[in-house]
């Protein structure tokens, strides 16, 4: 197996883990409860983080690090050149991402151009970010795997959404030029 089907698992099992692991803590054995997967997303606990945001207009800059995106933004494109604005495109969508970083971690504001902001939050590791993105009030929320090359990002994802279950997604992330005629 390689690195990238080593961290997909890896992400599966700590998400199936927690799941089980709540349901015993509950006093509940979920092999007699009959588990469903929507019982898993509903007790997600990405899902749960995101729920009080419902019907929110200010999502997502009034959670955290996203409230303080541009300064977060203007500090990681000094040293870091995988930080920046993007165009993105998949089968069905455009629109542009904001890619910053606060601390060891990435995190993605997704800007569709006819549907509310999404947000994610990736690790990297080597020429590979691995994202988890999530929809305010608990819509959807689903795993990207990027590979970067020069100024792409070319990303295979799914999603917990009816439409999207079983499905491997492709999208590209292209860098913006900078208006100010900066490298990297």
């Given at each position: ?57 200010d999502f997502p800059r009034n959670l955290p690090p996203f409230n303080n995106k541009d300064f977060l933004l203007s500090q990681c494109e000094i040293s870091d050149s995988l930080c920046g ?65 020069d100024d792409t990002l070319s990303g295979a994802w799914t999603c917990f959404e009816e439409d999207c279950v079983g499905k491997l997604n492709f999208e590209n992330l292209t860098k913006r ?8």
């Amino acid at each position: 197996m390689n690195q990238k089907t080593v961290f997909l698992l890896f992400v599966i099992a700590f998400g199936l883990a927690w799941y089980f692991n709540t349901e015993s803590s509950n006093g509940n054995d979920s092999t007699e409860t009959g588990s469903s997967a929507s019982e898993f997303i509903s007790k997600f606990s990405i899902m749960r983080l995101f729920s009080e945001y419902q019907g929110d207009w200010d999502f997502p800059r009034n959670l955290p690090p996203f409230n303080n995106k541009d300064f977060l933004l203007s500090q990681c494109e000094i040293s870091d050149s995988l930080c920046g604005r993007y165009n993105y495109r998949t089968e069905w969508e455009t629109g542009e991402v904001t890619l910053f970083k606060a601390g060891d971690v990435y995190y993605l504001e997704y800007q569709p151009e006819d549907n509310p902001p999404y947000i994610g939050m990736g690790i990297l590791s080597g020429s590979s970010l691995a994202v988890t993105f999530a929809f305010a009030g608990n819509q959807d929320i689903g795993i990207t795997l990027y590979t970067i090359e020069d100024d792409t990002l070319s990303g295979a994802w799914t999603c917990f959404e009816e439409d999207c279950v079983g499905k491997l997604n492709f999208e590209n992330l292209t860098k913006r030029p900078d208006p100010f005629g900066h490298d990297g």
